[in-house]
Each structure stands twice: as structure tokens, then as C-alpha cells.
């Protein structure tokens, strides 16, 4: 399926559509409209990276929109690595291309470092790491421009600037950790351990425990067990929570700070009772991912939190204290439009648990952020432990009426699952999308017989990931009140069958997936669908 090729202007437009919103104080309205374009047209970082640097003081005038590209520059970064993160080599080497562009501007003294080090947090936000030559660029613009880099030659110096402009660990080291992402993870373990060194950054050295490279988490933990008899109370309370966070690889570490931190007599600080006045869970999309958004009381204000869970924590963040008016507000600006539900809290606590499991078997970092919403709402018992998927589906089956599990029954709920009123928006996301899908697709041109191999091959490979997105559909469904009626019930049926080998030719659910599927492949084939106009 072919697409028009963008104006020249199209990316400008966006990029001043959303310096207007910054201009009056609201967030940049990612509604669907953009999220389109940036998914369609990813060649366009290469034109909202010249707008970062055409409009960006000191050589440009004007900072606002300078700063709208930018957030336009990584909203379409995250596009490409949602699509490198399926196997497309495509994406990857539009990602190599652009660092490589980006590294060349650089030694070409074309970006300063302080420019560079923002263009690499939005890699940083986007998740994708920088590349050997984008790093090694980094070092040389830096030492050329030392005055104006983040991290003068004296680390100390730099630690008590940072220390001074900003008084909030997570801030500071935020800020730190996105900017630094570009440099060697070897500068930002001195840059820890130079934290860790003064007795006012020690707040924020132990959140580098939790750095993207272990190199840096090592360095930092060495350091602190130095210096873990001066530490704080509430520097002690995070240890302890972010101790089995940490890979099992890593946590001889933070045990050997915690060890000496008791030793010196430091008693660990009570958790705040927090709390959380309105609580949402969007659906379970087709990649598995799921958004929580939090409302929790600030003093007189309240306080908007986020959790994004992805076959572990992919995000997380706890924003200022605003009002519930500008809350609201950035809500509905914000332009989600994910299916969400009220759910309670032991629905959160067990998917969080659930996702740390699955991110520290794989010996992920976590985001910073999760420790932060976890202050923000008092959840002191957050530890993984993963969901059993036989034994959930079978407690959730107990809980059937006995008619629903008659063979009969059951054969029914199958044929007929794709017609399920509540999925009709939920489903819209679920397909499979990566290369062997495309290459099975392209040399096919029978619909239905195309989905009969995509259902006895590719898919059947998947059960395990279809019975899991299935069952936590349930689980969230579950959480509506018991007026809404909604098809949690069938849905568990559909993913005993589909997880106990059951043919998913006789699922019209599955039947359906591998239809959407087809549809989204070939309409994919073209990508992308423009070339840079920058």
C-alpha cells in the first residue's frame, strides 16, 4: 500500500504545533494523528534533527521550537526502535544511519557538546543505545569544548555545580544519566563515584545503582560501600527496596553496602504512607505492553504517576505536584486513547511484581522512575514474583459457573471468541508484526489459506505469548465492576485452549489475529514511507 509523500513543511508543522503547547505551559499533544506520522514517516528524524539545530541558541533564536523538535526527534526514535526491537533490519540501519550522521556533525563541530548531550537523551528516552563512533564523538566535541561540556575535567567541581542547581536526587540524576548517554559508561562511574565522594551527592550516587551500564552500577556500588557508615536513613530504605530489583548477578553489591550501613549503626527510614486517590490500567496491547496511570495526593495538590510494563518495567516516572484541574488537563491533552479501567491496587501490585520478575531474569535495569512512584505511593513491598499462568487460569476457571465448563459450552465460546463485543477495540492491536511474518506473507495471496499457514506455523510457535496477553486481558477485565459484565470469563477459556495446544484454527480469536495479521503486513510492506526531506 503506497502513501503520498510528505510535504516539506509536514515536520515544521508539528514541531510549532508543539512548541505552541510548551509556549502555554501544556505537554506536547501526542494525539493519534502524530503518533501515525511519526510511525509512517521515520526518515523525518533527520529533518527534526536539522530543526534542533537550526533553532537552538546560541546559533539559532528561538529555544521553545528548538525544543519541540526534539521531542518530535524522539518520538519518531521511538517509532524506528519499536520496529528494531521486531527484527527489522531496516530500522536498525535507519538507527545506525542517523548516529552516524549525527557523530559526523559532531566532529565536524556542527553540534556542541551541550546540543549533543540533549540529542542523546532522546536516544536515551527512546531506548536505544549509542553507538562506539556517536561515543567516541562525544568524548572529542567534549574535550574540545570542555567549558561549555557537562563534566569539566575536575569531576568534583562539576558535582558541586550539579549539586547546587538541583536538590532532588531523582532529578539530578535523571538529568544526568540521559544527558551522559552518548559518553562512556566509564565517565558516568566517575561521575557517580565523584557523587558518592561528598557527603550532599551520596542521595544521588545510590541511585545510580540503578544506571542503565553495569559498569556504572558497579563502580558506584564499590564506592558506596566507602562511604556507607555516612549514609542516610532514607538512602539505606532504597537500597533495601531496589536490592532485589538489581540482576541475581548483582546483588552481592548493594548487600555488601547494606551490611556496612547497618554495621555503622544507621537505622532505615519508615515508608511514607503515600497513597493513590484514582488508579488506571489501559488494555493489554498486541506487543504485551500496559500502561498504569496513578493519581496520588501532593499536600494540597496532587501528584500524576506512570508505570509502563513490557515483558518487565519499560518506563516509569512521578511528575510535579500540579492541581487535580492541570491534571486532568494533561490528561486530556495528552491525547491517549488506550481502552482504560479502573483497577485496585493488588491489581498493580501483582503486575508489578510480575514484570520485575521478568526483567531481572533477563538482567534488565529498571528505570529509575519505578523507585520514585513507589515513594509517591508507598508500595514497600514490591518484589518479583511472577504470574503462573496454569495456575491462575485454573483459579479464574473455578470461579465459572458450571454451564461455561461443559465441552459444548466451551467448543462454543471458541468458534464464536472473535465476536466478543468488549474486544472490538481492544483487538485492533493485536497481530503479529516482524520479518517472518512479512516474508511468509509476501509470497501468498490467498487470504484464508494464508492464515491457515500463519495459524499452523508462525503463530502456533507463539501460544505461549498469546495465552499470557489473553489471560492478563482477563485479569484486567476482571477488575471492572460487576455491572459491566465484560467477557473475562470467555477470554480465560480461550487461553486454557490456546495455551493446552488446542488447534487455533477452531479459535475465531486466534482465526482473527491472524487475519489482522495479513491486513497489517501488506499494508507494512512499503515501509518507510518517506524519504528525508530535511
Same mark, same amino acid.
Given at each position: 500500500?503506497?502513501?503520498?509523500q510528505?510535504?516539506?513543511?509536514?515536520?515544521? !508543522?508539528?514541531a510549532?504545533r508543539?512548541?505552541?503547547a510548551?509556549?502555554?505551559?501544556?505537554?506536547?499533544?501526542? %494525539?493519534?494523528?502524530l503518533?501515525?506520522?511519526?510511525?509512517?514517516?521515520?526518515?523525518?528524524?533527520?529533518?527534526a534533527?536539522?530543526?534542533?539545530v537550526?533553532?537552538?541558541?546560541?546559533s539559532?533564536?528561538d529555544?521553545?521550537?528548538?525544543?519541540?523538535?526534539?521531542?518530535?526527534l524522539?518520538?519518531?526514535?521511538?517509532?524506528?526502535?519499536?520496529?528494531?526491537?521486531r527484527?527489522?533490519?531496516?530500522?536498525?540501519?535507519l538507527?545506525?544511519?542517523?548516529?552516524?550522521?549525527l557523530?559526523?556533525?559532531?566532529?565536524?563541530g556542527?553540534?556542541s557538546?551541550p546540543?549533543?548531550?540533549?540529542?542523546?537523551?532522546?536516544l536515551?528516552?527512546?531506548?536505544?543505545?549509542?553507538?562506539?563512533?556517536?561515543?567516541?564523538?562525544s568524548?572529542?566535541?567534549?574535550?574540545?569544548?570542555a567549558?561549555?561540556?557537562?563534566l569539566?575535567?575536575?569531576?568534583?567541581? *562539576?558535582?558541586?555545580?550539579?549539586l547546587? *542547581?538541583?536538590d532532588?536526587?531523582?532529578?539530578?540524576?535523571?538529568?544526568?544519566i540521559?544527558?551522559?548517554?552518548?559518553?562512556?559508561?566509564?565517565?558516568?562511574?566517575?561521575?557517580?563515584?565523584?557523587?558518592?565522594?561528598?557527603?550532599?551527592? &551520596?542521595?544521588?550516587?545510590v541511585l545510580?545503582?540503578?544506571?542503565?551500564?553495569?559498569?556504572?552500577?558497579?563502580t558506584? *556500588?564499590q564506592?558506596?560501600?566507602?562511604?556507607?557508615?555516612?549514609?542516610?536513613?532514607? %538512602?539505606?530504605?532504597?537500597l533495601?527496596?531496589?536490592?532485589n530489583?538489581?540482576?541475581?548477578?548483582?546483588?552481592?553489591?548493594? %548487600?555488601?553496602?547494606? !551490611?556496612t550501613?547497618?554495621?555503622a549503626?544507621?537505622?532505615?527510614?519508615?515508608?511514607?504512607?503515600?497513597?493513590?486517590?484514582s488508579l488506571?490500567?489501559s488494555?493489554?496491547?498486541?506487543?504485551?505492553? $500496559?500502561?498504569?496511570?496513578?493519581?496520588?495526593?501532593?499536600?494540597?495538590?496532587?501528584?500524576?504517576?506512570?508505570?509502563?510494563?513490557?515483558?518487565?518495567?519499560? %518506563?516509569?516516572w512521578?511528575?510535579e505536584?500540579?492541581?487535580?484541574?492541570? /491534571?486532568e488537563?494533561t490528561?486530556?491533552?495528552?491525547?491517549m486513547?488506550?481502552?482504560?479501567?479502573?483497577?485496585?491496587?493488588?491489581?498493580?501490585?501483582?503486575?508489578?511484581?510480575?514484570?520485575?520478575?521478568l526483567?531481572?531474569?533477563?538482567g534488565?535495569?529498571?528505570?529509575?522512575?519505578?523507585? $520514585?512512584?513507589?515513594?509517591?505511593?508507598?508500595?514497600?513491598?514490591? $518484589?518479583?514474583a &511472577?504470574i503462573?499462568?496454569?495456575?491462575?487460569?485454573?483459579?479464574?476457571?473455578?470461579?465459572?459457573?458450571?454451564r461455561m465448563?461443559?465441552p459444548?459450552? /466451551?467448543?462454543?465460546?471458541?468458534?464464536?471468541?472473535?465476536?466478543?463485543?468488549d474486544?472490538?477495540?481492544?483487538?485492533?492491536?493485536?497481530?503479529?508484526?516482524?520479518?517472518?511474518?512479512a516474508?511468509?506473507?509476501?509470497?501468498?495471496t490467498? &487470504?484464508?489459506r494464508?492464515?491457515d499457514y500463519?495459524?499452523?506455523s508462525?503463530i502456533?510457535?507463539?501460544?505461549?505469548?498469546?495465552?499470557?496477553?489473553?489471560?492478563?486481558?482477563?485479569?484486567?477485565?476482571?477488575e471492572?465492576?460487576?455491572?459491566?459484565n465484560?467477557?473475562?470469563?470467555?477470554?480465560?477459556?480461550?487461553?486454557?485452549?490456546?495455551?493446552?495446544?488446542?488447534?487455533?484454527?477452531?479459535?475465531?480469536?486466534?482465526?482473527?489475529?491472524?487475519?489482522?495479521?495479513?491486513?497489517?503486513?501488506?499494508?507494512?510492506?512499503t515501509?518507510?514511507?518517506?524519504?528525508?526531506?530535511?
Amino acid at each position: 500500500m503506497s502513501r503520498a509523500q510528505p510535504k516539506a513543511s509536514s515536520t515544521d !508543522r508539528y514541531a510549532r504545533r508543539i512548541a505552541l503547547a510548551i509556549g502555554k505551559g501544556r505537554p506536547p499533544p501526542f %494525539d493519534d494523528e502524530l503518533d501515525e506520522y511519526c510511525s509512517d514517516f521515520p526518515d523525518e528524524i533527520f529533518a527534526a534533527l536539522a530543526g534542533v539545530v537550526r533553532h537552538m541558541p546560541p546559533s539559532g533564536k528561538d529555544e521553545t521550537l528548538a525544543i519541540a523538535y526534539l521531542f518530535l526527534l524522539q518520538r519518531i526514535l521511538e517509532h524506528v526502535r519499536y520496529r528494531s526491537d521486531r527484527g527489522y533490519g531496516d530500522a536498525a540501519k535507519l538507527i545506525a544511519d542517523f548516529q552516524a550522521q549525527l557523530a559526523a556533525q559532531a566532529e565536524a563541530g556542527q553540534i556542541s557538546a551541550p546540543l549533543l548531550a540533549l540529542v542523546g537523551g532522546a536516544l536515551a528516552q527512546s531506548n536505544i543505545p549509542a553507538s562506539p563512533e556517536l561515543t567516541a564523538a562525544s568524548m572529542k566535541n567534549l574535550s574540545e569544548h570542555a567549558s561549555a561540556g557537562p563534566l569539566p575535567a575536575d569531576a568534583h567541581v *562539576a558535582v558541586a555545580g550539579m549539586l547546587e *542547581a538541583c536538590d532532588d536526587p531523582f532529578t539530578l540524576v535523571t538529568s544526568l544519566i540521559e544527558t551522559g548517554h552518548a559518553m562512556p559508561a566509564q565517565m558516568r562511574g566517575v561521575l557517580a563515584g565523584a557523587l558518592a565522594a561528598v557527603p550532599q551527592g &551520596r542521595a544521588a550516587a545510590v541511585l545510580f545503582l540503578l544506571d542503565t551500564q553495569p559498569e556504572v552500577r558497579r563502580t558506584v *556500588a564499590q564506592a558506596l560501600v566507602e562511604v556507607a557508615g555516612s549514609l542516610g536513613p532514607i %538512602d539505606l530504605r532504597r537500597l533495601i527496596a531496589m536490592r532485589n530489583w538489581r540482576p541475581e548477578s548483582e546483588r552481592a553489591d548493594v %548487600d555488601a553496602v547494606i !551490611r556496612t550501613a547497618r554495621s555503622a549503626g544507621i537505622d532505615c527510614a519508615q515508608w511514607d504512607r503515600g497513597g493513590i486517590e484514582s488508579l488506571f490500567a489501559s488494555a493489554i496491547d498486541g506487543t504485551a505492553a $500496559q500502561g498504569f496511570l496513578l493519581i496520588s495526593p501532593a499536600g494540597q495538590k496532587k501528584r500524576l504517576s506512570s508505570i509502563l510494563t513490557k515483558y518487565g518495567i519499560a %518506563d516509569a516516572w512521578s511528575g510535579e505536584p500540579e492541581t487535580r484541574r492541570r /491534571i486532568e488537563a494533561t490528561l486530556t491533552e495528552s491525547g491517549m486513547s488506550a481502552p482504560l479501567l479502573p483497577v485496585s491496587k493488588a491489581y498493580l501490585d501483582r503486575a508489578v511484581a510480575h514484570h520485575l520478575a521478568l526483567g531481572t531474569e533477563k538482567g534488565e535495569a529498571l528505570p529509575l522512575g519505578l523507585l $520514585q512512584v513507589a515513594e509517591t505511593i508507598g508500595a514497600a513491598g514490591w $518484589q518479583p514474583a &511472577r504470574i503462573d499462568v496454569a495456575e491462575t487460569i485454573a483459579a479464574l476457571l473455578a470461579e465459572l459457573p458450571k454451564r461455561m465448563r461443559e465441552p459444548a459450552q /466451551i467448543a462454543c465460546v471458541l468458534r464464536a471468541s472473535h465476536e466478543l463485543a468488549d474486544l472490538e477495540v481492544l483487538a485492533e492491536s493485536w497481530f503479529e508484526d516482524d520479518p517472518q511474518i512479512a516474508q511468509a506473507v509476501e509470497h501468498r495471496t490467498s &487470504r484464508a489459506r494464508l492464515a491457515d499457514y500463519l495459524l499452523q506455523s508462525v503463530i502456533a510457535r507463539r501460544r505461549e505469548k498469546w495465552a499470557d496477553i489473553f489471560l492478563r486481558t482477563a485479569l484486567w477485565m476482571r477488575e471492572a465492576d460487576a455491572g459491566s459484565n465484560l467477557c473475562w470469563r470467555e477470554l480465560v477459556i480461550v487461553a486454557k485452549a490456546v495455551a493446552n495446544g488446542r488447534e487455533l484454527s477452531e479459535i475465531g480469536l486466534m482465526r482473527d489475529i491472524a487475519t489482522r495479521t495479513i491486513v497489517h503486513a501488506r499494508r507494512d510492506s512499503t515501509w518507510p514511507f518517506s524519504r528525508s526531506v530535511a
